[in-house]
């Protein structure tokens, strides 16, 4: 098998390399500091609110006292991907929201600092091979095959290996990680560093990436495994199939040069060095949720003179966390309200020069209302469709009305006793630390059923 010693390199000259850390790492006296302000709570709320139930106080008790491996050992045992979430995880109504300072008025702990000073600190010196050198089983001979590589199927390949059994990744893109890398905002985390904790993933071995490979429900062509043949030829399936492409509004003159889906333009930041945003002084993002802020802030940081998030409801009704939205505004992100784009006015059949925007009652355009803004460039954050369709070729796996893979919630195994699933492609699209928590779930069923 061919574990993976050096992964696909991003290329440089992409506009995500100028981006600063909004949280950068603590030293090692922040974090003694920091870690000193806990108050090792019986019952902690904190936990409670973590989707993985990472016994907090107990880590940071080890950042105190010095114990960093040992922190980070607590953290690891029940989020395999604590590295990452300790970046990317919306900790303002997880963790650090559950946090008994908040009642008080006072400052959370900075827990996810915390856990990215314990988790970067360690594994920086050897990874996760070294930290579990002594707990890797030996091969079971057993055989995985995880379809996507993003982080619901990279959790559920670290667990498969350190008990011995061997996975297979197949994903249709260049770049493991999924969202995680070509999605996240950079200021969080840029795809350089998900690649760090993938390589980390990779060196427990037993792991193949076969990247640039689509799993298809029909006769496979180039590029393509189908759903019969990994049925026939491993021992279980996980599917990791996240969310589809950005969906369209379908507003006039939409589809041409100039007008993205968010999730794809956001992919080109981070992966694309074609990608250039000379001559847009004036942008327009239509979505009032977490993608629509992202990308509303990133062109922001990327100094576009004027970004306008365009909502069709009113403030309230934004599914955006507050804190990301005060967080763009400080950085200049406009939010309009009650708007909706009827059409985008080109020069020709090529750029954008203006919007048409109407005012909107009940989230409907309201007629003879519309008004004409200039813009360069529109972003789409309207959501995403679902790529579940390949699912229902595996026997007995079913999808529910919105599209999402059905599972037991507490096995996550499927219809189908050989297939199970986690991350967005179950959840309809939460955060990373939910595609980790699911993969835990659905890898300890799998254990039972490999054994038995
Ligand atoms: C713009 C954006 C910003 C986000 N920011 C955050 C954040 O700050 N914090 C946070 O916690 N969460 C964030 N999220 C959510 C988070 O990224 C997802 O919840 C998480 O990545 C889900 O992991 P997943 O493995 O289920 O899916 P994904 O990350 O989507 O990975 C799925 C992978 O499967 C591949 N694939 C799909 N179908 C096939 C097929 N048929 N064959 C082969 N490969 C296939 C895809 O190419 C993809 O690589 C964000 C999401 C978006 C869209
Ligand atoms: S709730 Fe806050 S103070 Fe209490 S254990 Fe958790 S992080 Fe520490």
Same mark, same amino acid.
């Given at each position: 098998?061919?574990? &993976?010693?050096?992964?696909?390199?991003?290329?440089?000259?992409?506009?995500?390399?100028?981006?600063?850390?909004?949280?950068?790492?603590?030293?090692?006296?922040?974090?003694?500091?920091?870690?000193?302000? /806990?108050? #090792?709570?019986?019952?902690?709320?904190?936990?409670?609110? /973590?989707?993985?139930?990472?016994?907090?106080?107990?880590?940071?008790?080890?950042?105190?006292?010095?114990?960093?491996?040992?922190?980070?050992?607590?953290?690891?045992?029940?989020?395999?991907?604590?590295?990452?979430?300790?970046?990317?995880?919306?900790?303002?109504? &997880?963790?650090?929201?559950?946090?008994? #300072?908040?009642?008080?008025?006072?400052? $959370?702990?900075?827990?996810?600092?915390?856990?990215?000073?314990?988790? =970067?600190?360690?594994?920086?010196?050897?990874?996760?091979?070294?930290?579990?050198?002594?707990?890797?089983?030996?091969?079971?001979?057993?055989?995985?095959?995880? *379809?996507?590589?993003? $982080?619901?199927?990279?959790?559920?390949?670290?667990?498969?290996?350190?008990?011995?059994?061997?996975?297979?990744?197949?994903?249709?893109?260049?770049?493991?990680?999924?969202?995680?890398?070509?999605?996240?905002? $950079?200021?969080?985390?840029?795809?350089?560093?998900?690649?760090? =904790?993938?390589?980390?993933?990779?060196?427990?071995?037993?792991?193949?990436?076969?990247?640039?490979?689509?799993? *298809?429900?029909?006769?496979?062509?180039?590029?393509?495994?189908?759903?019969?043949?990994?049925?026939?030829?491993?021992?279980?399936?996980?599917?990791?199939?996240?969310?589809?492409?950005?969906?369209?509004?379908?507003?006039?003159?939409?589809?041409?040069?100039?007008?993205?889906?968010?999730?794809?333009?956001?992919?080109?930041?981070?992966?694309?060095?074609?990608?250039?945003?000379?001559?847009?002084?004036?942008?327009?993002?239509?979505?009032?949720?977490?993608?629509?802020?992202?990308?509303?802030?990133?062109?922001?940081?990327?100094?576009?003179?004027?970004?306008?998030?365009?909502?069709?409801?009113?403030?309230?009704?934004?599914?955006?966390?507050?804190?990301?939205?005060?967080?763009?505004?400080?950085?200049?992100?406009?939010?309009?309200?009650?708007?909706?784009?009827?059409?985008?006015?080109?020069?020709?059949?090529?750029?954008?020069?203006?919007?048409?925007?109407?005012?909107?009652?009940?989230?409907?355009?309201?007629?003879?209302?519309?008004?004409?803004?200039?813009?360069?460039?529109?972003?789409?954050?309207?959501?995403?469709?679902?790529?579940?369709? *390949?699912?229902?070729?595996?026997?007995?796996?079913?999808?529910?009305?919105?599209?999402?893979?059905?599972?037991?919630?507490?096995?996550?195994?499927?219809?189908?006793?050989?297939?199970?699933?986690?991350?967005?492609?179950?959840?309809?699209?939460?955060?990373?630390?939910?595609?980790?928590?699911?993969?835990?779930?659905?890898?300890?069923?799998? &254990?039972?059923?490999?054994?038995?």
């Amino acid at each position: 098998m061919r574990s &993976l010693p050096v992964l696909p390199q991003l290329p440089d000259g992409r506009l995500e390399q100028g981006f600063h850390e909004s949280k950068p790492a603590y030293n090692e006296a922040e974090a003694v500091t920091e870690a000193n302000r /806990c108050l #090792y709570c019986v019952d902690a709320p904190c936990v409670k609110s /973590c989707p993985t139930g990472i016994d907090i106080p107990n880590f940071i008790r080890k950042i105190a006292t010095g114990n960093v491996k040992g922190a980070a050992r607590t953290i690891l045992a029940e989020n395999i991907l604590g590295y990452s979430c300790a970046r990317v995880c919306p900790v303002e109504v &997880l963790c650090a929201g559950g946090c008994v #300072y908040n009642a008080w008025g006072r400052q $959370p702990i900075a827990i996810g600092r915390l856990q990215r000073f314990a988790t =970067e600190t360690t594994l920086s010196d050897g990874g996760l091979r070294k930290l579990y050198a002594s707990k890797i089983k030996p091969r079971t001979g057993k055989r995985v095959a995880l *379809v996507g590589a993003g $982080p619901a199927s990279l959790a559920a390949a670290a667990l498969l290996a350190m008990e011995g059994h061997e996975s297979v990744i197949f994903e249709r893109k260049r770049y493991a990680g999924g969202l995680n890398t070509l999605g996240i905002a $950079p200021y969080k985390l840029k795809a350089n560093d998900a690649m760090k =904790e993938i390589a980390w993933i990779f060196e427990l071995g037993a792991i193949e990436l076969r990247e640039g490979v689509e799993v *298809v429900s029909g006769e496979a062509g180039e590029g393509q495994v189908s759903s019969a043949a990994l049925l026939r030829e491993f021992d279980a399936v996980f599917l990791g199939l996240g969310l589809g492409p950005d969906s369209k509004l379908h507003a006039k003159n939409e589809d041409g040069p100039g007008v993205y889906g968010a999730v794809d333009l956001i992919e080109k930041i981070k992966s694309d060095p074609a990608l250039s945003l000379a001559g847009v002084t004036h942008a327009l993002v239509i979505g009032g949720g977490n993608t629509a802020i992202d990308i509303a802030h990133e062109l922001a940081l990327l100094n576009v003179g004027d970004v306008a998030m365009v909502y069709r409801r009113g403030r309230d009704g934004m599914s955006a966390y507050a804190h990301e939205i005060e967080y763009g505004m400080k950085h200049g992100v406009r939010v309009l309200t009650d708007r909706v784009l009827t059409e985008v006015v080109r020069d020709g059949a090529s750029k954008v020069t203006h919007a048409k925007l109407a005012r909107a009652e009940g989230g409907k355009a309201v007629a003879g209302t519309e008004e004409t803004v200039a813009c360069q460039l529109i972003a789409m954050a309207i959501g995403q469709s679902r790529a579940t369709d *390949v699912a229902k070729a595996f026997d007995g796996v079913a999808l529910d009305a919105q599209g999402r893979v059905v599972v037991d919630p507490g096995t996550h195994r499927t219809g189908n006793a050989k297939v199970w699933a986690g991350g967005d492609c179950v959840n309809g699209g939460t955060e990373v630390v939910n595609a980790a928590q699911e993969a835990k779930l659905a890898v300890r069923d799998m &254990l039972r059923a490999l054994a038995g």
